[in-house]
């Protein structure tokens, strides 16, 4: 043995020799179960003190490199190989582990893995068919788009103000008076609800919800570090201004809401059931998220928005085009007082400097040529036409299994089962089928009876096949 420790390296002499011993092993010079010198030979060897060889060898024992027998010596321990590998390579799984967001629950991310697969049937997804996609006439409009050069740059922090400015008349047909100051333009409604959990609410603060809430499935404000409490809205045994007042806390409390066309039930809330979560709120000091994506695809009329009752600012309205033009634009925007909205582009363009400035010119100009109407009034036709052959397949297939209430716009029928079929193994069963549900446990924990059924994405062909699968699955299981 002629190595020796190199008394003027940065590293300590325990830390050479800790490093000698194992590249010693790994490079099969001393493979497993080999003896080791003994400590004195060692010590001489290098010209050591043998205490040193003492904690050296302590340490590499108390990583599983070596091992000793009491009165035999030290060996090349059986799990050296694989603890040096995993010491050679970064802990990438801690890292993931460790972080701050929150994974998604198995189920979904099945969902968004087999979706990508073109022989899936889509019972359950929240978004439009390619069929119902204006695809020509978004093709045939990008001719008509004028785009200056200042106009495909970065955008201001609340985003293209043409564009701001068409919202805010567009706003007025939902009763809003909101200038273009008072509008930020988003990558679609998700990342809208992720910067105001980033940037108006404290870790700890409490969010409101009804169950069951879309806001279960994907989870930006658990990631944030917030308490998510789910109430039970009709409750004759307890109200809603008793649950919270009951469960608020001392810290900040938000409550969100999608009042019309419900995601998953796809139900609305009456005018009597708006005024009064306004004035619950206002009582409790509570701010209030309406998402309002879906009001444009009810098939008869509906109530105000929140926001449009509002009269002291405490709601914050969000809105979107891609439950209605395209998901891929990826456009979106938020209403709320300015220093709000002052706020939250502060926050975004920290984290995208700004919403695609192509999408933004793109949904101005529809909004402005009067496309997006037309569009809007053809698309309400097809959903409602899709939305009837779903339901005359329930009604006769599924009556002696299943409840349900007549769909009144958007995309969703709430399918209530009679007993509680809905499990990971009725999902993977259909998964296996190549059809995929939304089951009603990503919505509320607790659910196995429900099943959000979408009749927006797969085509009629594919619905009947899908829905008559469904229903040989459900009785199996009965």
Not at 400 to 429: C, D, H, M, Q
Request: hydrophobic residues 40%.
């Amino acid at each position: 043995m002629e190595w020796q420790p190199n008394r003027f390296s940065h590293l300590t002499i325990q830390q050479q020799i800790i490093d000698w011993i194992k590249q010693r092993i790994q490079s099969g010079e001393w493979p497993i179960h080999t003896k080791l010198p003994t400590q004195r030979k060692l010590a001489e060897a290098m010209g050591v003190n043998r205490s040193t060889i003492v904690i050296a060898i302590e340490e590499l024992v108390a990583d599983g490199i070596l091992s000793t027998r009491v009165g035999d010596g030290t060996y090349v321990s059986n799990n050296s190989w694989n603890v040096l590998i995993k010491s050679n390579h970064l802990d990438w799984e801690r890292h993931i582990s460790s972080s701050i967001y929150e994974p998604n629950f198995q189920t979904i991310q099945l969902i968004n893995e087999y979706e990508q697969q073109e022989d899936i049937i889509r019972l359950g997804t929240g978004e439009l068919s390619p069929e119902l996609l204006p695809t020509a006439a978004l093709q045939r409009s990008l001719q008509n788009v004028q785009i200056a050069a200042r106009d495909i740059g970065y955008s201001e922090p609340k985003g293209s103000k043409q564009l701001r400015h068409m919202l805010s008349q567009y706003a007025m047909k939902r009763g809003i008076h909101a200038s273009p100051d008072s509008i930020m333009i988003v990558s679609g409604a998700l990342q809208a609800l992720q910067l105001i959990s980033l940037g108006l609410l404290e870790p700890g603060s409490t969010i409101f919800q009804e169950a069951p809430s879309y806001l279960n499935s994907v989870r930006p404000f658990q990631s944030a570090g917030m308490r998510i409490i789910s109430l039970e809205r009709g409750n004759r045994d307890n109200n809603l201004l008793d649950q919270i007042t009951a469960m608020k806390g001392k810290k900040q409390s938000l409550f969100y809401t999608v009042p019309t066309l419900h995601n998953p039930t796809g139900s609305t809330m009456s005018l009597d059931e708006r005024q009064e979560l306004l004035q619950i709120c206002a009582s409790q000091q509570i701010p209030i998220i309406e998402d309002d994506v879906y009001h444009e695809l009810a098939f008869d009329e509906i109530p105000p928005s929140l926001k449009s009752l509002d009269s002291s600012g405490q709601v914050l309205y969000i809105g979107s085009m891609s439950k209605t033009l395209s998901p891929g634009l990826r456009i979106g925007w938020v209403i709320g007082p300015e220093p709000v909205i002052d706020r939250l582009a502060d926050i975004k363009m920290q984290t995208d400097y700004g919403s695609s400035a192509f999408s933004q010119q793109i949904v101005r100009y529809w909004l402005e040529s009067g496309l997006y109407d037309e569009h809007i009034v053809k698309l309400r036709a097809q959903l409602k036409r899709r939305a009837d052959f779903v339901e005359e397949i329930l009604r006769s297939r599924f009556n002696s299994i299943a409840t349900w209430n007549k769909p009144t716009g958007g995309f969703y029928i709430w399918l209530r089962l009679r007993e509680p079929l809905v499990n990971k193994a009725l999902f993977l069963k259909l998964m296996k089928q190549n059809v995929l549900i939304n089951p009603g446990y990503i919505y509320d924990a607790k659910d196995f009876y429900h099943i959000r059924l979408s009749y927006a994405y797969a085509s009629f062909e594919q619905l009947e096949t899908g829905l008559n699968i469904l229903y040989e699955a459900i009785v199996e299981g009965t």
